[in-house]
Nanobody, 131 residues
Framework: QVQLVESGGGLVQAGGSLRLSCAAS????????MGWFRQAPGKEREFVAT???????????FYADFVKGRFTISKDNAKNTVYLQMNSLKPEDTAVYYC?????????????????????WGQGTQVTVSS
């Protein structure tokens, strides 16, 4: 299992931006499929974005419809870190954000976005967007 630690959450006004970071342990981070999820109070954890390596230095990304055009997921393999840049934030984006590593992580792995497909999770970071 890979160890994950998120950071970068906080309080921001609607329309503002935040960048979340997730530092990972592990020697094969470049082949990991990484995802971001979020969970608001009283709601189930939901998919936000994923980045899956196709080959060394090439990856594909996939986003939930409600963040397309506003959020960007990226991965720095040299730093073992995955990021979530969040722009044009809305009050409904308020949640605890979690990064996760897919259980089946290898170059060319299928894109996954279900909670059950991710076996390693960080502790979460709170994002609060005020109106």
């Amino acid at each position: 299992q890979v160890q994950l630690v998120e950071s970068g959450g906080g309080l921001v006004q609607a329309g503002g931006s935040l960048r979340l970071s997730c530092a990972a342990s592990g020697r094969t981070f470049s082949s990991y499929t990484m995802g971001w999820f979020r969970q608001a109070p009283g709601k189930e954890r939901e998919f936000v974005a994923t980045i899956a390596p196709i080959s060394r230095g090439v990856a594909r990304t996939f986003y939930a419809d409600f963040v397309k055009g506003r959020f960007t997921i990226s991965k720095d393999n040299a730093k073992n870190t995955v990021y979530l840049q969040m722009n044009s934030l809305k009050p409904e984006d308020t949640a605890v954000y979690y990064c996760a590593a897919a259980s089946a992580s290898y170059y060319g792995a299928p894109t996954v976005k279900d909670v059950k497909d991710f076996g390693s999770w960080g502790q979460g970071t709170q994002v609060t967007v005020s109106s």
